[in-house]
């Protein structure tokens, strides 16, 4: 199994709203990722937790909450987003942080604020 | 953050090769060499990576210049599903981070 699956796929929530994202991998990975990616944009790195710690916060607003309960599940919580935070959001794993290291990605939450 | 300089969009024949160059100027001797694409509708896939000598897989190839200022990604034989986004990355010894460059898109024509 060398999935990454993300839910919703598809997410429209209004400025008030608290939400989640969550992302789940079963290939034993002890690194994962979430990623903002924008319309015809790269991906922007959000986050990193390495070994259910957060290793990395790309400075991102604290509307946007991570939580890694555990080795296979990665949330993102969500809460008083603006419009401009509407984007597709990509969750990522690997087997670590290494550099050598490959990441496999899920096919994102398309994520709508209104 | 290790920056990557790539063409915004490149065309190609189905059926053809196709060579997408990458320059990274200013990489370290320890920095990693990383290709992903992203086809539409769809997260970021991993193609290949590299440090210093020449990689295949069954995706592709990776030349890195003797210098490793730059790189090229090989596509052998371009088919219509290779159409995609694709990124070189540089990531840093020093970083965890796997940070994207603006990426080449790729048109291959029937």
């Known amino acids: 199994d060398t999935e990454v699956t993300q839910t919703p796929k598809h997410l429209v929530m209004g400025m008030t709203n608290k939400k989640s994202l969550k992302c789940e991998q079963h290939?034993?990975?002890?690194?994962m990722y979430w990623y903002k990616q924008k319309a015809k944009k790269p991906p922007e790195l959000m986050f990193v937790?390495?070994?259910?710690?957060?290793?990395i916060n790309e400075s991102v607003p604290s509307r946007f909450s991570p939580e890694c309960p555990n080795s296979s599940l990665l949330n993102l919580h969500l809460h008083a987003l603006q419009p401009e935070d509407s984007a597709l959001y990509l969750c990522?794993?690997?087997?670590?942080?290494?550099?050598?290291?490959?990441?496999?990605f899920g096919s994102g939450t398309q994520l709508s604020v209104l | 953050d290790a920056k990557t300089t790539q063409p915004n969009s490149m065309e190609s024949n189905e059926e053809e090769p196709v060579h997408l160059p990458c320059n990274h100027s200013?990489?370290?001797?320890?920095?990693?060499i990383h290709w992903y694409r992203q086809l539409p509708s769809q997260g970021p896939e991993y193609v290949i990576h590299?440090?210093?000598s020449n990689v295949n897989n069954r995706m592709a190839s990776l030349a890195i210049a003797e210098d490793r200022k730059s790189s090229t990604l090989i596509l052998h034989r371009a088919t219509l599903r290779d159409a995609a986004v694709y990124y070189c990355?540089?990531?840093?010894?020093?970083?965890?981070?796997?940070?994207f460059g603006s990426g080449t898109r790729l048109l291959v024509r029937p």
């Open positions: 990522a794993s690997s087997r670590a942080r290494g550099q050598n290291e490959k990441l496999f």
């Open positions: 290939m034993g990975h002890r690194a």
């Open positions: 937790y390495s070994y259910e710690k957060l290793s």
């Open positions: 200013t990489i370290s001797g320890t920095d990693y």
């Open positions: 590299g440090l210093t």
């Open positions: 990355i540089w990531r840093m010894d020093s970083s965890y981070k796997l940070i």
